[in-house]
């Protein structure tokens, strides 16, 4: 009889129980982590510092403060130029409303005097006519001088554009070159603004060459 030969089999350690998982670590995922640590260390610089957070925001609030600031003095001195504007404005509208009117009534005035002057010139003139037409003109004057309207001064005075209207030379040597000589119609002001200039003849020496 043959004889008989021994097998040995070799089993296998049991699967995993039903249900029960294990976690199979990588070594190179655990590596990975390591390496992934040190690479966020690289590239922060540490914890921000809280006080240099702080003195950012200060010096940018502070910033604003300051261009808030400039604004507001801008608009102070804007408005305040324009109350002194304004009043000016408000000023010279009180002063010049009535210029218009008192400029019509001038020619009222000029109208008076002639009649006065041609009155005095007749012989038998009527003494109360004349002196109606004086308190008349009289009148006239003091509401001019309310309303800050004034003569201007020509005769004997040297010829100033501003004021003078020139409108003849008369060649003399009785009055030094340049002078008003004499007026055809009065100039006046409205307080200190040209209300009508004089109407003035002008003196030119005489042309005395051979």
């Not at 998982?21 to 640590?37: F, G, T």
């Not at 309207?149 to 020139?166: L, M, Q, Y």
Request: no cysteine.
């Amino acid at each position: 009889m043959s004889e008989k030969k021994k097998i040995k089999i070799q089993v296998e350690p049991d699967e995993t129980a039903e249900g029960e998982d294990i976690e199979k670590i990588d070594p190179d995922d655990k590596q990975s982590d390591v390496d992934k640590h040190e690479a966020v260390e690289k590239d922060s610089d540490g914890p921000a510092d809280p006080l240099k957070e702080l003195e950012a925001k200060l010096a940018a609030k502070e910033e604003e403060a300051q261009e808030a600031h400039d604004r507001l003095l801008r608009v102070s001195a804007d408005y305040e130029n324009y109350k002194k504007r304004s009043a000016r404005e408000m000023e010279d509208f009180r002063k010049y409303a009535n210029q218009s009117l008192l400029k019509e009534m001038l020619s009222v005035v000029d109208n008076l005097e002639l009649a006065i002057n041609a009155a005095k010139e007749e012989k038998n003139a009527d003494k109360k006519l004349i002196e109606g037409l004086n308190l008349t003109r009289n009148e006239m004057l003091r509401v001019f001088e309310k309303f800050n309207v004034k003569p201007i001064k020509a005769r004997g005075e040297i010829f100033d554009p501003a004021f003078h209207e020139a409108v003849m030379r008369e060649e003399t040597d009785d009055y030094p070159e340049n002078t008003v000589m004499s007026e055809f119609q009065k100039g006046y002001l409205i307080h200190d603004r040209l209300l009508r200039p004089a109407m003035v003849v002008v003196a030119t020496p005489k042309n005395n060459g051979d």
